[in-house]
């Protein structure tokens, strides 16, 4: 948001259409004023609104304005317009992951019906397409897109960002098997820098404790039972 104070050709259009207050002469803002009780409200404004600007030395401001809003929008509207997972062929793989966008990042997941893994796989970027819709998800049949690729490398992720190939992971070892979580999905790609992730921490992490904890106990108890035995 701009600032409503600010001297600029802008906001001289805007005082004398009454939507902005009048500078104060020489007058320094108090202290305490706070700015947002006279938030401009050409911000909240419509681009249709924005027409009713008629005179003609407005005019060349107001196109630059007019143009600022738009790309915002744009901005905005690129940065939530996926939030589902696309199935896509060979055909679509130009446009889809090497044309995505500036700034886009692409998480493809290539799969074969029957396998588990790549069901489970799917199941969780299914989830994670809406919770983070700035990424594009796709997936693909891996025979569509690269003929005679291996089953044994499925499934397979792929992630790019503006046509280059950042990041991979092929194979079910690559996933740590059918124990994988939605969560730890979330957190690989997380740790990949491929999205910000709400996690606090590394859920596995967390198994990890307890299950290093319930070692350490167990030890603590044998120990004790050795003692005993020496009485």
Same mark, same amino acid.
């Given at each position: 948001?701009?600032?409503p ?5 802008w ?6 259409k009454g ?7 020489? =007058? #320094?803002?108090? !202290?305490?004023?706070?700015?947002? =009780? ?8 419509g681009?249709? =609104?924005?027409?009713?600007? !008629?005179? =003609? ?14 790309a !915002? ?9 996926? *939030?589902?997972?696309? !199935? ?8 889809? /992951? ?8 692409? /998480?493809l997941?290539?799969y ?11 199941q ?8 983070? #819709? ?9 025979q569509?897109?690269? #003929? ?13 960002k503006?046509g ?8 079910p070892?690559?996933f *740590?098997?059918?124990?994988?979580k ?6 690989i ?6 999205l ?7 859920p ?28």
């Amino acid at each position: 948001m701009q600032d409503p104070w600010e001297d600029t050709e802008w906001n001289d259009i805007l005082r004398r259409k009454g939507i902005l207050p009048k500078l104060p002469k020489n =007058e #320094p803002l108090p !202290e305490e004023f706070d700015q947002t =009780e006279l938030a401009p409200k050409y911000d909240e404004m419509g681009l249709d =609104e924005l027409d009713e600007f !008629e005179d =003609e030395e407005d005019q060349k401001v107001l196109e630059q304005y007019r143009q600022k809003r738009f790309a !915002e929008m744009r901005a905005l509207q690129a940065k939530s317009t996926f *939030g589902e997972v696309r !199935e896509i062929s060979a055909n679509d793989w130009v446009d889809q /992951v090497n044309k995505a966008g500036e700034g886009i990042w692409v /998480v493809l997941h290539l799969y074969k019906q029957g396998i588990p893994m790549c069901s489970l796989l799917n199941q969780h970027i299914s989830r994670l397409a809406p919770k983070f #819709p700035h990424i594009k998800f796709l997936k693909s049949v891996a025979q569509t897109c690269i #003929p005679n690729y291996p089953d044994k490398n499925l499934p397979t992720i792929f992630v790019y960002k503006e046509g280059d190939l950042k990041h991979q992971w092929i194979g079910p070892l690559q996933f *740590g098997g059918m124990q994988l979580k939605c969560d730890d999905l979330e957190w690989i790609f997380h740790k990949a820098e491929i999205l910000k992730s709400t996690l606090d921490r590394n859920p596995r992490q967390e198994v990890h404790d307890v299950m290093m904890s319930s070692i350490r106990s167990s030890r603590t108890q044998n120990d004790d039972s050795s003692d005993d035995d020496d009485y």
